[in-house]
């Protein structure tokens, strides 16, 4: 490993806001942490965003350091950790596609496309059993996201991949503001139910 | 700021799982948040989706991430201790001082003794001295270069185009002027505020119009964190635009990047 510093988040029993408040005080192993526990799942939401792989990384580097350098300013009254890195990780995002001048095309790679042999092979090395149960657990996702109507799932995608608040979604689709608010909260319940009939069923 | 009717609460609490609340959105669940088990639920229920959306999606980074954030997050360290150590050593220093004046005569009459070793200490700082020539010597070559590379880019004022690839963070994080000499099709790269490249690594600068990335030039950065580069032939013709980035690649290089751009930018050539 490049760095020297082990990989501890599997066995580092520290919550993500014990993690934040050690890297307020400036702790490297707790930032090491926090970014093996939560960069893939941020790499991919922004390669959802930002398809080419080098970009996204860099992007990713990006969100970090921002985290790393403003870590006195979290407040876990306003957001959970991994909310609170997504935000700069989309932010970070839309500033690079503003810059490179896409930002006129911008439209997130949809939800359901995603190849999922990167995840696969992660955890499978990390935990085989887990990895197996979380693989049905992808499926299952993927599935219910196919079966939501496309209107909803356009909504869901416009919020959580670009951000856009609830009356930004409904000028942009051109629907009323209660409309899409029924649709995102709609669908996340269905999404939910979905998930929740897949655990059930397969314990 | 808009007031918010309970009802209404429950119907943001999905936007605030998906981070798409409006500032007053956001401030006004927050304080309902804090006395409201029952919202806290509903947004823990959407949050639960949120992850499992993001968790089903995961794509690991390649390690040079990794190696790249923990580097700088070290140098960051290492500044911000250097930055708060002169101060309170100091001021302790005065305190004791000024607590033992016995302490003080002590250490007037240990300076006699010290003085005999005086000497010894000149020896030791010409021998110092003749390092720090050698040292301002090559200082003086590297300027002279620089200067030579600066007389090229005035001779080539007209037909510059100046490129710049940066990160966000453009006070403290890395950064690369590239001098374009459209008529001749050469260029003069300058690297700055890089940090160390993993050993076995080097910089890679690379250019795209249509099509892959080319390469421009390979560079190694010296102990400020700086490399100056000239007569680099460009790879392509830079009349439409075209977008450049830095990578770190193996030794040899890479014919493709095979990691996260540590800068880019973009330049239209005309």
């Not at chain 1, 992808?138 to 991949?161: G, K, M, T």
Request: charged share 25%; aromatic share 4%.
């Amino acid at each position: 490993m490049p760095d020297g510093l082990p990989r501890t988040s599997p066995i580092d029993p520290r919550a993500d806001l014990e993690l934040v408040k050690a890297m307020q005080v400036r702790d490297e192993s707790a930032l090491a942490t926090l970014y093996d526990r939560h960069s893939a799942p941020i790499l991919g939401f922004l390669l959802r965003l930002i398809p080419q792989r080098s970009d996204a990384e860099s992007v990713l580097l990006d969100a970090f350091l921002q985290a790393w350098r403003t870590a006195e300013r979290f407040d876990p009254a306003r957001s959970e950790v991994l909310s609170w890195l997504l935000m700069m990780a989309r932010s970070r995002a839309l500033d690079s596609l503003r810059a490179s001048a896409r930002a006129q095309t911008l439209a997130p790679v949809s939800l359901d496309d995603a190849a999922l042999s990167d995840a696969d092979q992660m955890r499978s090395k990390a935990d085989p059993e887990q990895h197996t149960h979380q693989r049905e657990q992808d499926r299952a996702i993927r599935s219910a996201l196919r079966a939501l109507p496309v209107a909803q799932r356009d909504a869901i995608e416009l919020a959580f991949y670009l951000g856009l608040t609830h009356p930004e979604i409904a000028e942009r689709l051109g629907e009323p503001l209660g409309t899409i608010k029924s649709r995102i909260r709609g669908g996340l319940l269905k999404l939910r139910e979905s998930l929740r009939f897949h655990n059930e069923v397969s314990v | 700021m808009t007031s918010f009717s309970r009802d209404e609460l429950l119907g943001l609490a999905a936007a605030y799982a998906t981070g798409s609340t409006t500032p007053d959105e956001l401030h006004s669940l927050t304080i309902a948040m804090a006395k409201d088990a029952e919202l806290r639920t509903e947004v823990a229920r959407h949050q639960e989706v949120v992850s499992a959306l993001l968790s089903a999606h995961a794509v690991a980074p390649t390690d040079l991430v990794r190696h790249r954030l923990l580097t700088q997050a070290r140098v960051d360290v290492h500044r911000d201790t250097a930055s708060t150590q002169v101060l309170p050593d100091a001021t302790r220093n005065a305190t004791a001082t000024r607590k033992n004046l016995l302490a003080r005569y002590a250490a007037l009459a240990a300076a006699a003794v010290i003085t005999l070793g005086l000497c010894a200490e000149v020896i030791r700082l010409r021998e110092r001295i003749a390092g720090q020539t050698a040292f301002a010597e090559s200082i003086q070559r590297q300027l002279a270069t620089s200067e030579a590379t600066m007389s090229r880019l005035l001779l080539a004022e007209t037909n510059l185009t100046l490129a710049q690839l940066k990160t966000a963070d453009t006070v403290r994080g890395p950064g690369v002027q590239v001098f374009f000499d459209r008529q001749k099709g050469t260029a003069v790269v300058h690297a700055f505020r890089f940090p160390e490249a993993p050993a076995g690594y080097r910089y890679q600068l690379w250019v795209t119009t249509i099509g892959p990335a080319r390469e421009v030039v390979r560079f190694s950065i010296d102990r400020f964190g700086h490399a100056l580069v000239g007569d680099v032939m460009m790879p392509v013709n830079l009349e439409k635009e075209a977008t450049m980035s830095v990578t770190v690649e193996p030794e040899a290089g890479s014919a493709q990047p095979t990691s996260g751009a540590v800068v880019r930018g973009s330049v239209r050539g005309t």
